[in-house]
């Protein structure tokens, strides 16, 4: 399976960025997916995730902020950030049920 994270960058308290993950062909819509992020020295936390069917679920941190969505025919898994507050700095991750195995090298989000 290969996952590839894109979309991160720098953007000021309140901005906005949308984050993707492009999947191998027949992973998005067929298994769990979730949405990590990680800053150094520190556990990696769940962001959001979303079922085969299309239902969601979010972290407290971040619920009412970001969306998770997926695009069955292009493959595509993405993580819409809004309002971002700093604590929100960190590596984001896009990872498979059910083992969520970080494959990619991730983005970076940087909120200042």
């Known amino acids: 399976v290969q996952l590839v994270e894109s979309g991160g960058g720098s953007v000021q308290v309140g901005g906005s960025l949308r984050l993707s993950c492009v999947a191998s062909?027949?992973?998005?819509?067929?298994?769990?997916m979730a949405w990590f992020r990680q800053i150094p020295d520190k556990e990696r936390e769940g962001v959001a995730g979303i079922e085969s069917d299309g239902s969601t679920s979010y972290a407290d941190s971040v619920k009412g902020r970001f969306t998770v969505s997926q695009d069955k025919p292009k493959n595509m898994l993405y993580l819409q950030l809004s309002d971002l507050a700093i604590e929100d700095t960190a590596m984001y991750y896009c990872?498979?049920?059910?083992?969520?195995?970080?494959r990619g090298q991730g983005t970076q989000v940087t909120v200042s």
């Open positions: 990872a498979k049920g059910p083992d969520f195995t970080f």
């Open positions: 062909v027949d992973t998005i819509g067929r298994y769990c």
